[in-house]
């Protein structure tokens, strides 16, 4: 609200200064982030678009220190993404993923999803599928976005304008090309401007593009965490795990034989006590997370939020003889996998060692981060009277508990570049609504799709009442047995040729799930308002 | 023999419209047209012309690709942009949206229309455009007019939707034919005559969803596919027709444009699928290299 009427006043601002020199580009892109840099590259390796067009990319930060990015040995960001198939398929089409680091990124053969309050299961692995790529691949964003910008030091023809930000965005009288006004006091007159600048993006208040949304009680923890390596009679560690508790989803994904990226979202308070606590104790409660009964973690949640809120936060050890206590009074088998009390891991690791993550044994230093969650999506992907088009994270943002945010802003660009090329192609104008238009279709509907799902799965989750309990574990038993079924999962939501991301198939086994509720609900509700009428 | 049947009935057609009138431009049209100049380029879906917006992707596609089509007849691997450097002449502009279009694609193009309205809002839209350096021109003047005054013959011509907006098809058609250099090739895009043509086009468009403004179209203006294929057979003369024998896609060709509603977009249809020339379709042909 503030921001729109911030922008306002610059747009007003800007108005009175249009009248200045400008310099004339086909399509400016506003942001520089992993969308905004994969559209400047696939629009930079079309031969069409680099002999017709000329682009720009602005971006408000110094895009060297991205450029110049070396991390230590075995140090991990904590900002990673799994990337599905076709996101992989569409950076290694436009040639750019050659640039990344590939041995940086870990693969993701196999996933466990369980529900924290039934252990019901269901796995995924890639030898369902009949093809010899992974199902997805976990990528660093600083690796991404670092391998995209060495793609575009090859390619001249688009510019980089970095350091530089957007003061105000207006259009001249009678026109309804953008002019783009600069820090610097350069103006781009923009045949198409597309903002690909994040949440709160600026684009999107000059376009006027409204949107909806809320946002959850939820806020999301991540980290890098360290562990030891898989034992020489386990696989390796590529294996992704996610348990569904019902103050929300804990993942864990792999990024090295000993280092993985937590994403755990919980209530606000708990994830602000949890973030200042000792990282041994984070540690501690990761461990815990992904074994004790749903019971011993609400315990330990008031625990750790007592402590906090009375400013003495408990010691590591503390905690750990906490758990231990637990433990023993759930009866888990000292020598089991589900024994988070123990330092390593040697000999013949315990029966069900896989179907846990490994035990973390610190955490990276400086990667413990925590964001709030939230649900948005724009009205239109088009600004009226076109010649604005938003993307990735401008146009949606969405529950990263299936890592699907930055997948879906790869699709977004991918649909793009291909709208901008037919266009080129037939002679049309890139800024025209009509060679916009089946951009906005195509992405409004998929995105729409895949955030509803996952809105509704943190719906169905959140939850430890009983009958929806027992109906989304039945349900999810019944289709850990059945493998074609997950096969066609897998297959479905991708199109014909390339597998959906593990946490997208998921996503789809629960959405079949979340109708489960409803019903369930309604119907109790319905029985208990005949028992009360009737008692009256 | 019922080919044959249509065959003189549509010739007839022909002829008893061109016995009406000697100039093709039709005052009433121009009139209608001129009134609704100002919303040439409005994009939206309440736009009088979005239609054609959307179509126009498609026009654009067919003409490239029959070009580049006998480019390839005559050499190996010719260049994809096939338009480059071809003088194009786009007969009833409009607003200029095909225009645009092929100078965008490298062609020198001129775009006239017997409108004076609409060669201001094209020319104004044009100015807007960086792009268009010396690539694109616009006159305001009847394709007889520019026929009289100047011996400039042209690649291309090309004139879209407007057949079924002429008074004189024949004399038309005969006009643009001029037009065009020996060996060049003559575009057309309008609407056939038959019953669906009617039902989408003036019942559906103008009377029911008024996506186009009512006396847009004529029903008894429109004009069949095999009508204009017919034409060129004896067209200048007997002897030494544009088209002749059997039709080959060397010669001359007609396909269908279909309008999807739900993707709200026109598809090119493939040749000779049966019946979707029953409404919008695009024609081309060519004249002899003599």
């Known amino acids: 609200m503030l921001k729109s009427g911030l922008g306002i006043a610059r747009r007003a601002l800007g108005r009175s200064l249009s009248t200045s020199a400008h310099e004339d580009w086909d399509i400016v892109i506003v942001g520089g982030g992993p969308a905004g840099l994969a559209l400047a590259s696939a629009l930079g390796s079309s031969q069409l678009v680099r002999e017709s067009l000329r682009v720009a990319l602005v971006e408000a930060s110094d895009l060297s220190k991205i450029r110049e990015w070396t991390p230590a040995e075995g140090a991990f960001s904590n900002r990673a993404s799994s990337l599905t198939h076709k996101s992989q398929t569409f950076l290694r089409d436009i040639r750019a993923w050659e640039h990344v680091d590939e041995t940086r990124t870990c693969p993701i053969e196999d996933m466990q999803v369980w529900d924290g309050v039934s252990d019901s299961r269901i796995e995924f692995s890639s030898s369902l599928l009949a093809t010899e790529l992974p199902m997805a691949r976990m990528t660093e964003n600083l690796n991404l976005q670092r391998g995209l910008l060495r793609h575009l030091a090859n390619v001249p023809q688009v510019q980089i304008l970095d350091s530089s930000r957007v003061q105000s965005i207006d259009h001249p009288e009678g026109s309804n090309w953008p002019l783009v006004h600069l820090d610097s006091g350069r103006v781009l007159r923009s045949r198409l401007l597309v903002g690909a600048d994040g949440f709160n993006s600026p684009v999107r208040a000059f376009a006027n593009i409204s949107s909806f949304g809320w946002a959850y009680d939820t806020h999301a923890i991540v980290a890098t965490m360290s562990h030891q390596p898989r034992g020489a009679f386990m696989g390796p560690n590529t294996t992704a795990y996610q348990r569904f508790l019902p103050t929300g989803p804990i993942a864990f994904l792999p990024l090295s034989p000993v280092a993985s990226s937590l994403v755990w979202s919980s209530k606000p308070p708990l994830v602000a006590a949890l973030k200042a606590s000792e990282p041994d104790v984070l540690a501690t409660m990761i461990n815990a997370a992904f074994r004790l009964p749903d019971v011993s973690m609400r315990y330990l949640h008031d625990l750790i939020l007592d402590a906090h809120a009375s400013g003495s936060p408990l010691a590591a050890p503390q905690v750990q003889a906490e758990v231990a206590w637990r433990e023993k009074s759930h009866g888990i088998d000292a020598m089991s996998a589900y024994t988070s009390i123990r330092s390593t891991v040697q000999g013949i690791p315990p029966a069900d060692a896989e179907l846990l993550p490994p035990l973390v044994t610190s955490l990276q230093p400086g990667t413990v981060a925590s964001f709030p969650l939230r649900f948005n999506h724009i009205d239109s992907y088009l600004g009226e009277g076109g010649r604005t088009v938003l993307v990735g994270d401008a146009a949606h943002t969405v529950h990263p508990l299936a890592g699907q945010g930055l997948n879906l802003g790869l699709a977004d660009v991918e649909c793009l570049s291909r709208c901008i090329e037919q266009a080129l192609t037939n002679g049309g104008d890139v800024g025209s609504r009509t060679a916009l238009l089946p951009y906005a279709q195509e992405r409004y509907l998929a995105n729409h799709k895949v955030m509803s799902v996952m809105d509704k799965l943190h719906k169905l989750y959140s939850t430890s009442f009983e009958p929806v309990v027992w109906a989304r574990s039945v349900g999810l038993e019944v289709l850990n047995e059945l493998d074609s079924v997950k096969t066609a999962l897998m297959m479905e939501a991708s199109g014909k040729d390339t597998p959906a991301s593990p946490w997208d198939s998921a996503a789809t086994v629960v959405e079949n799930l979340a109708g489960v509720k409803n019903v369930v609900g309604t119907s109790l509700s319905s029985i208990l308002r005949a028992v009360s009428s009737r008692s009256k | ?290």
């Open chain 2, 1 to 290: 023999m019922f080919a044959a049947a249509i065959r003189r009935s549509s010739t007839r057609a022909l002829v008893a419209r061109y016995s009406t009138s000697t100039s093709s431009v039709n005052p009433a049209e121009i009139a209608h047209f001129s009134r609704l100049s100002s919303e040439w380029w409005d994009e939206s879906p309440s736009g009088e012309f979005s239609f054609l917006h959307q179509m126009n992707p498609v026009r654009v596609r067919f003409i490239r690709e029959k070009l580049l089509e006998v480019a390839r007849d005559a050499q190996e691997n010719p260049p994809l942009n096939v338009l480059r450097g071809m003088e194009v002449l786009d007969v009833g502009c409009g607003g200029g949206l095909l225009s645009e279009s092929l100078a965008r694609l490298g062609a020198k193009t001129l775009g006239i229309d017997a409108s004076e309205a609409n060669i201001s809002i094209a020319r104004l839209h044009a100015a807007q455009d960086p792009g268009f350096a010396s690539s694109l021109s616009y006159q305001h003047t009847p394709a007889e007019a520019l026929l009289a005054e100047s011996d400039k013959r042209y690649d291309v011509v090309c004139s879209m939707e407007v057949l079924e907006h002429v008074d004189n098809p024949t004399g038309f058609l005969d006009t643009c034919a001029k037009l065009v250099k020996p060996g060049g090739h003559l575009f057309l895009a309008t609407i056939s005559r038959t019953a669906l043509a009617y039902f989408l086009t003036i019942f559906m468009a103008e009377d029911v969803l008024r996506k186009v403004a009512r006396g847009t179209h004529t029903h008894s203006k429109f004009i069949r596919p095999e009508e204009l294929t017919e034409f060129f057979r004896t067209y200048p003369n007997t002897e030494s027709p544009w088209v002749r024998g059997q039709p080959t896609r060397t010669q001359v060709e007609v396909r269908g444009m279909v309008y999807n509603p739900l993707s709200s977009s026109w598809i090119l249809a493939p040749r000779d699928a049966w019946g979707a020339d029953g409404c919008n379709y695009v024609f081309w042909v060519r004249k002899p290299n003599i």
